[in-house]
């Protein structure tokens, strides 16, 4: 696989009005959903609501890829045509998340590792046969007294930088996710420090083990003040510190970054990047968008509960969030596009 091959997907993947759809939960996170959802929590469960996500019409014209999990890039629909197949029909590019997940770091108590780094050349060779294009491995990091540790900053960022330089070896583009999580009662200030450093030592580690930049997609979180922080900043003040984050942290060969949306409730999630590409537009040197998860499958989950009459109904709402997401990605969106979620809800 050409370098040049490479950077024309991480491009395809940041394309206008395009953003990349999240549907990588591993199984114990889908089974905790589907609990919550009173869904069964069974590998058909599982591939029946990816059935209904990848076949939701016009997807793609908001989604320019799709993030699978190892079960799921494996699965087919009902008449057996592999999902995968199902994604590229529709222009949607298949990427898979490769690493193990976070656990508990060694002598850093309240931190977390992300494991996932053996075997993963084969495994990569392995995904690029069955037709991904690109990988995501997540990293996490918490806010808390004294934490984060510069210790489990540089081994999150050598991690990942370790991961994004195999998988441009292999032919996929890395998705690079270090994830500052919203728990805590932390002010917006605390979580731009947090975010700045971690950005700073990813991309200092990127640079060492020779990652290319234009051929990789960043996945941050937004600049948010903790969840049960008494003062909540509105969209503006979010977008603005985001972004000022970003200027100084990124550099401008990232063709694209693309957030999480880290729990934050799914119209935040289409006004805060909205907001961001109104203002900034013009001085952003990448591509500023969205691969959410719960921020635009949450509201299809609850619709569908296992149901298959719900299935219709699912598929509007994820359309739906896609659309805004889509606006938002053009800084198009605006709060009346909600009306039409509105009556998906009370439709349904
Ligand atoms: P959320 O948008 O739900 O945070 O998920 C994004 C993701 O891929 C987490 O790794």
Redesign the pocket.
């Known amino acids: 696989m050409s370098m040049q091959a490479l950077i024309d997907t991480a491009k395809a993947m940041v394309a206008d009005g395009k953003g990349l759809l999240?549907m990588?939960e591993s199984n114990p996170t889908c089974n905790k959903r589907f609990e919550k959802a009173g869904i069964p929590q069974t590998e058909d469960a599982r591939r029946s609501y990816r059935e209904l996500i990848v076949t939701t019409p016009g997807l793609g014209e908001f989604v320019s890829g799709a993030?699978l999990y190892d079960e799921t890039i494996r699965q087919s629909r009902k008449d057996g045509t592999p999902f995968v197949k199902v994604l590229i029909d529709a222009g949607i590019i298949p990427g898979i998340?490769v690493d193990a997940g976070a656990k508990d770091m060694a002598a850093h108590p309240g931190e977390k590792i992300t494991e996932g780094m053996d075997g993963l050349p084969d495994r990569f060779n392995g995904y690029f046969q069955m037709g991904a294009r690109f990988a995501?491995w997540?990293a996490v990091i918490a806010i808390g007294n004294g934490i984060p540790s510069r210790g489990c900053i540089e081994a999150n960022a050598h991690a990942l930088a370790r991961y994004a330089a195999l998988c441009q070896e292999a032919g996929l583009v890395p998705i690079v996710?270090p994830?500052v999580l919203m728990d805590g009662e932390h002010p917006l200030k605390r979580c731009f420090e947090v975010t700045e450093e971690v950005l700073r030592t990813v991309f200092n580690q990127l640079y060492t083990q020779r990652v290319a930049l234009e051929a990789m997609i960043l996945?941050p979180n937004m600049v948010l003040p903790g969840l049960t922080c008494p003062k909540q900043e509105a969209v503006e003040e979010v977008a603005d510190a985001t972004v000022r984050c970003l200027l100084r942290a990124v550099p401008a060969a990232v063709p694209g970054i693309a957030?999480?949306?880290?729990?934050q409730p799914y119209e935040s999630?289409s006004a805060r990047l909205n907001a961001m590409n109104v203002k900034f537009k013009t001085r952003m040197p990448w591509a500023l968008t969205f691969?959410?998860?719960?921020?635009?499958?949450q509201p299809a989950l609850e619709i569908w509960k296992g149901k298959k009459t719900q299935t219709e109904a699912a598929q509007q709402a994820l359309h739906h969030r896609a659309r805004c997401n889509s606006a938002a990605r053009r800084g198009r969106y605006t709060a009346g596009m909600e009306k039409d979620m509105e009556s998906i809800i009370t439709k349904k």
């Open positions: 999240a990588d993030i998340k995501k997540r996710e994830e996945k957030f999480l949306s880290g729990g999630a691969s959410y998860s719960r921020a635009i499958l």
